[in-house]
Structure formats: structure tokens, C-alpha cells
């Protein structure tokens, strides 16, 4: 099976302007998480998606959003970047739900000038 | 809301020796997952724990949960190079229906051939 894939890999962007991550979930897995991992912070919950719906979230301010396809793709949202946004966004997938094993897509890393 | 602490953030260890890395929650904990993450790399599933007092091995890896059920050890025996990276643990919070994991901020091993 192919693992989890997060497109695009690299992103600039300058304080402001938004931006679109994207993430397709290994086949057959309906749970799609999304974290922020930064050198001081560590790993922290986004939100979690099951069936479209989003089923979780985490405390980051409303400027991060996110949805889920019927496929199970799943998109997260930031707009009006801060530098502080700079980091590794990582996605998770698993079958059902969070407490089964996550398996982590490679990330994408945004630079926010 | 729940914290996960670990310890400790950095151990840097000569080829052969052993390495422990500790996690600690403020609240009881359903299940807890370790992760790795090699350098430039994303977080891999390594195990799940959930029974109380519960110890399981994987080769040189020994992990072990708490009889509260608020903390978490993993040990491994013998480092080799290929050891190296970060260590994360994640607590699922016990209760309700806000599921998620919250990870520590993990142990940066690294190993001095």
C-alpha cells in the first residue's frame, strides 16, 4: 500500500497571504489528523477529520481550518500567515479513529517571510 | 488540559550503552503510543500500551506503563547508530469523547560511534 502523501513538500509564503496544504491518507484509512511540529513546541494537534466531518480539535486560533473529502483527502487551511506559522505540518491517518497507530505522511514545511 | 511531559529533551550516549527516556501525564491515560523520528524524517509508529502495568519488548526496546496509567518508559538496550533520532511519546486522554493524542515533546538520541 502507498503511505501517507502530503503535497507540497516545501512552501514560502509572506505574512498575510494564506495557503493550502493537502494530504491523501493510505487507501482504506477514514481518520485524517493534522499537526504542527515546530523545535519549540514539539508536536501539536490541529484537528481531526472522520467522514467529512471534523471530529477533534485542537487550540490553535480560528485561522487554521481544514475538511475532508468523500475520498478521504483531506485539505488544512491557514490564512493570514504569521511568522509564527513556520513549521512542519504533518498529517496522520488511521482506519477509524486516533487511538489506533497513526501513520505519519512525510510533511509539508512552510516558511513564513 | 492534559500535559505530557518528557525527559529527558537530549542524551547523547556512546555506541553500546543504554538510553531511557521518561513521559509523564497530568491526567490517567487510555492508551500511549511511542513514535521515532529520525533526523529530517517523520514521526513512525512504534508501539501502543494499554493495560496497566503492561510491558512489552521489541528487540533492544523495552516499554513499560505505569500501574496509574500516567506514565510511560522506554528503554533501550545496547544503542547502535541506527538508534539514533527523536523519541515521542502520545497519551490518549481517558474519558469523554474528545479524543486525541497529546505528544511529549520527545528525547533527542543521539549516538557517538
Known amino acids: 500500500k502507498a503511505g501517507v502523501t502530503q503535497t507540497p513538500r516545501y512552501l514560502i509564503k509572506t505574512r498575510g497571504q494564506q495557503v493550502t496544504l493537502s494530504c491523501s491518507p493510505i487507501s482504506g484509512h477514514r481518520s485524517v489528523s493534522w499537526y504542527q511540529q515546530t523545535p519549540g513546541q514539539g508536536l501539536q494537534f490541529l484537528f481531526e477529520?472522520?467522514?467529512?466531518?471534523?471530529?477533534n480539535k485542537g487550540n490553535f486560533p480560528g485561522r487554521f481550518s481544514g475538511r475532508q473529502f468523500s475520498n478521504s483527502r483531506s485539505e488544512m487551511n491557514v490564512s493570514t500567515l504569521e511568522l509564527g506559522d513556520s513549521a512542519l505540518y504533518l498529517c496522520?491517518?488511521?482506519?477509524?479513529?486516533?487511538?489506533?497507530?497513526?501513520?505519519f505522511g512525510p510533511g509539508t514545511r512552510l516558511l513564513v517571510l | 488540559g492534559q500535559q505530557v511531559m518528557q525527559i529527558p529533551q537530549y542524551q547523547h550516549v556512546q555506541e553500546g550503552e543504554d538510553f531511557t527516556t521518561y513521559c509523564n501525564s497530568s491526567t490517567t491515560l487510555s492508551n500511549i503510543q511511542w513514535y521515532k523520528q529520525r533526523p529530517g524524517g517523520h514521526p513512525v509508529f512504534l508501539i501502543q500500551?494499554?493495560?496497566?502495568?503492561e510491558v512489552k519488548k521489541q528487540k533492544r526496546l523495552t516499554f513499560q506503563f505505569g500501574e496509574a496509567k500516567k506514565n510511560s518508559s522506554l528503554h533501550i538496550t545496547a544503542t547502535q547508530t541506527t538508534d539514533v533520532g527523536t523519541y515521542f511519546c502520545?497519551?490518549?486522554?481517558?474519558?469523554?469523547?474528545?479524543?486525541?493524542?497529546?505528544f511529549g515533546k520527545g528525547t533527542l538520541l543521539t549516538v557517538n560511534p
Open positions: 500500551l494499554v493495560k496497566s502495568g
Open positions: 502520545a497519551g490518549l486522554n481517558s474519558g469523554g469523547s474528545n479524543y486525541k493524542l497529546t
Open positions: 496522520a491517518s488511521s482506519y477509524y479513529r486516533v487511538e489506533e497507530t497513526q501513520y
Open positions: 477529520y472522520f467522514s467529512e466531518t471534523q471530529r
